[in-house]
């Protein structure tokens, strides 16, 4: 059962709609209310549509023609000005609509976007396959009448020029007053610098200051990865653990500054000298950690001899000389990193007590 206050409010929006000459007495209960307002306005504007409708009032219809022209080229121009790239796209992946600023961040034309976007590359080749990809779920949606969350991705594009860049997209859903599906809407906007500032706190974060090699960060962040690949992919992974031999003696005769020069060209020696699958950190003070994935007890024996011989023949500017002890371990069913790291530690204490200069393994 409605309460009095509903349906006086339903009597007066009824005479507003049919022009029943009320004296526009607003009922006390939405007296100073905005949303009321707003709302009594609407229903005289669709009243007054509707009159001139039936009455063939020629000059009120192309009157509200025009603000409903103006209101299109107003939205027209807000969308071809702005920043973002704002598109419009069919379920079958053509575009219907791009603005200009497109030129701007991509150095394609809006015809050559709207026309050849495929041939041109538009989306790179895996990006481009996935946005089928969930274009055909999003379609088999819409024949289910089933609305969709939006959409957002990051992705790298190739500008025009052959310069890339980096795009946040957001796809979401056009529907009409009926709230039936008409295309799809997707809003991309540059963000390269965003990107490149991201990747740089990254590294940072990850990068020892003075040798410019990963830190402890990094490295324990990828030896869990190995060690996850290796429970549960059958893998192997190996590690090296390098120690520079006497370095106290080099930091006591010529000082610290120097020690920190030979830690740099270690480090450069390291870098050189490991394969491109590998990664190599620095553990702590003058210990350095290489892990080596897919790689057996052969495999990382050999590569710590070849670190092992390429340091001993290096000519160092700070001290002719210098030699380095490695301890390598290998996965053998290990339940956790800190039992190969173990092993590792042993193997290069025993190389150090047996002479130094030399690749010992447990």
């Known amino acids: 059962m409605l309460s009095n206050d509903a349906k006086v409010m339903i009597q007066y929006i009824n005479e507003v709609l049919n022009n029943k000459g009320r004296n526009n007495d607003i009922p006390e209960i939405a007296e100073g209310d905005a949303d009321f307002l707003e709302l009594k306005q609407s229903l005289e504007s669709i009243r007054n549509a509707a009159e001139a409708l039936r009455d063939g009032d020629i000059n009120t219809i192309k009157k509200w023609e025009k603000k409903i022209k103006y209101r299109d080229e107003r939205h027209r121009l807000m969308t071809d000005n702005a920043c973002d790239i704002i598109a419009t ?39 481009q396959k996935e946005m089928d990809k969930k274009r055909e779920s999003l379609k088999e949606l819409v024949k289910k009448g089933e609305h969709f969350d939006p959409i957002n991705f990051e992705h790298r594009q190739v500008r025009k020029d052959g310069e890339s860049i980096y795009t946040d997209t957001v796809v979401s ?12 809407l997707a809003i991309s906007r540059d963000i390269t610098e965003k990107v490149k500032i991201r990747r740089d706190i990254k590294k940072l974060s990850e990068t020892d200051k003075l040798t410019q090699l990963y830190n402890r960060v990094k490295l324990d962040y990828t030896l869990e990865n190995v060690l996850f690949e290796a429970k549960n992919n059958a893998a192997m ?17 010529f000082g610290h500054l120097a020690g920190d020069a030979v830690l740099v060209e270690l480090a450069t020696l390291f870098k050189t000298s490991i394969r491109s699958t590998d990664l190599i950190g620095r553990w702590g003070g003058e210990e ?30 700070q001290q002719e000389h210098i030699t380095i002890s490695l301890g390598v371990s290998v996965f053998d069913g290990d339940t956790n990193v800190d039992s190969v790291i173990y092993r590792a530690d042993q193997a290069l204490y025993q190389a150090k007590e047996n002479g130094k200069n030399r690749v010992h393994k447990i």
């Open 89 to 127: 796209v069919d379920l079958s992946g053509n575009f219907t609509y791009i603005s200009p600023s497109v030129e701007k961040t991509t150095g394609y034309t809006p015809e050559e976007v709207l026309n050849h976007h495929r041939e041109i590359g538009y989306y790179l080749p895996g990006v």
């Open 173 to 184: 859903g056009i529907y009409d007053e009926e709230n039936n599906f008409r295309e799809l």
């Open 237 to 253: 992974f190996g590690l090296i653990m390098i120690d520079i031999d006497h370095f106290k003696q080099v930091n006591d005769c």
């Open 288 to 317: 350095f950690l290489v892990i080596l994935p897919d790689t057996d007890e052969i495999g990382a024996m050999k590569l710590a001899e070849t670190l092992r011989r390429v340091v001993s023949e290096n000519h160092f500017s």
